[in-house]
């Protein structure tokens, strides 16, 4: 295990007194210059965001919340056997996110669900690696959002799958359909870039 360069061991967290408004503004902060930056096509500023994100206190905070708290995963222990349930554990946790390096992987525990034809294979990571999953998540997303915003509606995958048919098929359609396809789906979609 390495430490990262700017973080003390001597830092204490208290669990119970961290204002997570504070935490999450911080966080959506950042997500908007990350997301603002891309759409400015500036991926200097990108990567430099990302990066202060990645190693950003609040960042780690609010995936070990996340993880430990409001998933519905978080009484799954993974393949190191390990379940952070006491403020002083996840805070305990936060203490060794923040010390790490993000690179070094664990491996998944490996469990069998079993369907009609067998068993299927389920991989389930550590909560450490889960919280520096959601940490990752965090700095990529606003990135993705931004280059995918002009074809994406922010809607229900099946409109995405809809609209992916609708490019498919559209070509191939006599122009009558196509015109009451795009009138019935335009309320639903946004399909003016298609045409």
Known sequence: MQLAANVTSSDVLDWQAIDWKRVYRTIKNLRQRIFRASREGDLKKVRSLQRLMLRCRANVMESVRRVTQVNHGRYTPGVDKVLVKTPEERAALCQKLS??????VHP???IYIP????????????????CIQAMVKNALEPYWEARFEGISCRCLILSEALLALIRFFL??????IRQALLTLFDSIIPLAHIQ
């Open 99 to 104: 010390q790490l390096e993000l690179h070094k």
């Open 108 to 110: 998944v525990r490996r």
């Open 115 to 130: 369907k009609k034809k067998g068993q299927r294979p389920l991989g389930i990571p550590g909560i450490a690696d889960r």
């Open 171 to 176: 070509p191939t359609i006599n122009d009558p």
